[in-house]
């Protein structure tokens, strides 16, 4: 990885998470391919978004849902212009108040000194859970033939 993909990231988190989506957005290529792996009937500002207006739209509508942003970088990797992260974020709900904490995995890919691409994996059923404010009984979307499945049961 080199020293300029590692800062290029940097410089996008520290962006995201001071709430300047200006600054984020002018890291990204016009053609950035910007996807969350998230269900979007959940969380429609997420998914799968090609170009620089329609990732930027993903980034204000975080700034307009959340505030007080942080994060930690826990491991941050790459080859080339390929960098790999894991992501602590802690974001208050501007409705409400309250804390949310989530982990993100990215996979980022940098061209002529802008992303090109950006890949979030998370736990869409924990950040779920946190936003609304209790935990889900997802044993009662299953049948009795799926949980004896999960438990190792016929």
């Known amino acids: 990885m ?6 290029l990231l940097q410089t996008y988190y ?3 998470f001071a709430g300047d989506t200006k600054a984020a957005v002018s890291l990204f ?10 269900p979007v009937n959940v969380f429609p500002y ?12 993903a980034v204000a509508a975080l700034h307009r849902l959340f505030h007080d942003m942080s994060y930690t970088v826990r491991i941050l990797v790459g080859e080339g212009d ?16 309250r804390m ?18 950006h890949l979030t994996f998370l736990d869409s059923c924990d950040i779920l ?3 609304i404010g209790y935990e889900l009984d997802f044993t ?5 033939k799926d949980i004896a499945a999960i438990n190792g049961s016929s």
């Open 2 to 7: 080199t020293a300029t993909s590692r800062e």
């Open 14 to 16: 520290d962006a995201v």
């Open 29 to 38: 290529d016009e053609n950035i391919v910007y996807t969350c792996f998230a």
């Open 46 to 57: 997420l998914g799968y978004r090609k170009g620089k207006t329609a990732a930027s739209d």
């Open 82 to 97: 390929q960098v790999a992260s894991q992501v602590d974020v802690r974001l208050r709900k501007r409705n409400d108040n």
């Open 100 to 117: 949310v904490q989530l982990y993100f995995a990215h996979f980022t890919r940098m061209k002529n000194g802008l992303i090109v691409e």
């Open 129 to 131: 859970e946190q936003i």
């Open 140 to 144: 009662r979307l299953l049948g009795p």
